[in-house]
Nanobody, 117 residues
Framework: QVQLVESGGGLVQAGGSLRLSCAASGLAFSSYRMGWFRQAPGKEREFVASIRSGYTAYTDSLKGRFTISRDNTKNTVYLQMNSLKPEDTAVYFC????????????WGQGTQVTVSS
């Protein structure tokens, strides 16, 4: 049974930083593509970043402020968020996609990030 557990969210002032973590279990972690998504109130869930085999991808608007990384020895993926803005306020979700190239098949429960102005 795959489990993804996010942590590290919270309340931060604009301009501050947070690092989110997602601990994964029940899957061959190193072979999975891992990603972060976010959903703001009243908006659809949107892609933030992904990583697999050292290759990363970001939504254009977040490049330079957010960095995704992973530690395969700890089965954990991270999202370092710098220069946070109030519009970054959202629930952030971790997701996993299998090595076969399929869809994002597993999701965490989300962690709230609130950026105050």
């Amino acid at each position: 049974q795959v489990q993804l557990v996010e942590s590290g969210g919270g309340l931060v002032q604009a301009g501050g930083s947070l690092r989110l973590s997602c601990a994964a279990s029940g899957l061959a972690f190193s072979s999975y593509r891992m990603g972060w998504f976010r959903q703001a109130p009243g908006k659809e869930r949107e892609f933030v970043a992904s990583i697999r085999s050292g290759y990363t991808a970001y939504t254009d608007s977040l490049k330079g402020r957010f960095t995704i990384s992973r530690d395969n020895t700890k089965n954990t993926v991270y999202l370092q968020m710098n220069s946070l803005k109030p519009e970054d306020t959202a629930v952030y979700f971790c997701a996993a996609a299998p090595p076969s190239g399929g869809i994002w098949s597993n999701w965490g429960q989300g962690t709230q990030v609130t950026v105050s102005s």
